[in-house]
């Protein structure tokens, strides 16, 4: 499986981007997919899950009510629509598929990564 980001940018506090994750492969139904983010000097942060059953999608505490996940069997994409942004938000944005086990907010459970997409929120 491959995974690609795209949709980050430079963006004013307040304002919205939208990231889309494309996959190839034909399990993408069957995995759990998720996205997180690492900013510069800091440990890469879970930011959302969604299960493979299409269960409602799980977020970091401190993200709820600003970041809406979704995905799209599909079209084997995977999206995070980012609103009322801020400075602290600016990092680089991974999308992770197909997790081992069942601790979802780990990175290290995850066996594929895309590259990532940096979104820079300006103040």
């Known amino acids: 499986v491959q995974l690609q980001a795209s949709g980050g940018g430079l963006v004013q506090a307040g304002g919205s981007l939208r990231l889309s994750c494309a996959a190839s492969g034909h399990a993408f139904r069957s995995y759990t997919v998720a996205w997180f983010r690492q900013a510069p000097g800091k440990e890469r942060e879970f930011v959302a899950h969604?299960?493979?059953?299409?269960?409602?999608?799980v977020y970091a505490d401190s993200l709820k009510g600003r970041f809406i996940a979704s995905r799209d069997n599909a079209k084997k994409s995977m999206y995070l629509q980012m609103n009322s942004l801020k400075p602290e938000d600016t990092a680089l944005y991974f999308c992770a598929a197909q997790a081992v086990g069942t601790q979802y907010d780990r990175a290290s459970a995850y066996s594929y990564w895309g590259p990532g997409t940096q979104v820079t929120v300006s103040s």
């Open positions: 969604i299960r493979w059953g299409g269960s409602a999608p």
